[in-house]
């Protein structure tokens, strides 16, 4: 038979019921997306590539998830393709947002799709993007302190390392490092609101679907004020280049809720937030769609490697003159939002 699209839908762990691009026909079809560059989902079997200082040999499979009435999942864990469906709908999304919002052709920029891992090892606690295989890999989770890791701002985190590794590659310690978390964090939040999903809306909270109440907070990250985590910097100092990547990130992200929302109290799609500037200044935003597009052109074009704090002034203020002019309000707004956190 010819190998044909075909539209199914998905009964997801987070989203509710979403559509998907299959391939098949009759009474076979794959979790494979020929309308997103073939991206497809496969399971993991549980299984881990078995590492040996460092070198990676026997992948674990990721063997394509089939369906025999294009109707995948049952929204609940107790089946295996239910997680599928949350990885290739965010995966989906991701792609989506590329391509509508900054006209990027896939995470590459060259049309070629991604593929998805899930049901990664047991109760394996996290999700991870990997270069070497184009791919993602998406663990369970151990049930207390997280659920599967398959939401669509951690989809879209993840995937957008891709996108940095692609592009600005940003060196993955210090303060380039933050840099690169902070990317990851502002597109999968931007993903997320993107999708405009009814039972997973947008907000400025990281993993808030998959924490459980062992993890004894409602998210991973909070952009509005890093520092509700426990660990993540608000404020630029000298010593934030010697924190780990994901706490370092908070600058970053603090810069890019007030960039996009401006200091102090409001709620969003429902959710309070309450951001601090670090010098008592008063931002205003200018929404997100221009966070958007300010950061993916100071990424595309202006950072390199060794982008610092200092540097992503710069090339967001770059970036900020090339989309808008230098004497323009967003302009403006962007170096008001980096002194308000202390980068100057
Ligand atoms: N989930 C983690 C992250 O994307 C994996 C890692 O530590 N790189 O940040
Ligand atoms: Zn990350
Ligand atoms: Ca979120």
Redesign the pocket.
């Known amino acids: 038979d010819a190998i044909e699209t075909a539209t199914g839908d998905g009964r997801s762990l987070y989203g509710g019921t979403v559509p998907l691009q299959t391939t098949g026909s009759g009474s076979t079809y794959q979790l494979k997306d020929a309308t997103r560059g073939n991206t497809y989902t496969g399971d993991a079997a549980n299984k881990t590539d078995l590492c040996v200082v460092g070198i990676c040999v026997n992948r674990a499979p990721a063997t394509v998830f089939t369906d025999a009435d294009n109707h995948w999942g049952t929204g609940t864990a107790s089946d295996r393709a239910s997680a599928a469906v949350d990885a290739q709908y965010g995966t989906d999304q991701t792609w989506d947002y590329y391509k509508d919002v900054h006209g990027r052709n896939g995470i590459a920029g060259d049309g070629k799709g991604s593929y998805n891992r899930v049901h990664y090892g047991a109760a394996y606690n ?4 990997d270069d070497s295989c184009f791919c993602m890999t998406y663990g369970d989770g151990d049930g207390a302190t997280f659920g599967p890791l398959v939401s669509l701002d951690v989809a879209g ?2 995937m957008s ?1 891709g996108v940095t590794s692609k592009t600005a590659a940003l060196t993955y310690s210090g303060e380039s490092g933050g840099l690169n ?1 902070a990317t ?1 964090d502002i597109f999968g939040t931007l993903v997320e609101f993107h999708a405009g999903n009814a039972q997973d809306p947008g907000d400025y909270l990281i993993g808030e679907k998959i924490v459980r109440s062992g993890f004894g907070r409602d998210a991973l990250r909070y952009m509005d004020k890093p520092s509700k985590d426990g660990n993540s910097a608000d404020c630029w100092s000298g010593s934030v280049a010697d924190l780990d990547v ?1 706490y370092s990130s908070g600058v970053a992200n603090h810069f890019a809720f007030l960039l996009a929302e401006g200091s102090g109290a409001r709620t969003v799609n429902g959710v309070g937030y309450n951001s601090p500037t670090c010098d008592g200044s008063t931002v205003a935003g200018i929404g997100r769609d221009k966070l958007g597009a300010i950061w993916y052109r100071a990424l595309t074009v202006h950072m390199t490697s060794s982008t610092n704090y200092a540097g992503a002034r710069t090339a967001t203020l770059n970036a900020a003159k090339d989309l808008y002019g230098a004497g323009s309000t967003e302009y403006d707004a962007v170096a008001a939002a980096w002194s308000a956190v202390g980068v100057r």
């Open positions: 996290n999700a991870f993007w985190h993840e390392h978390e990851s994901h």
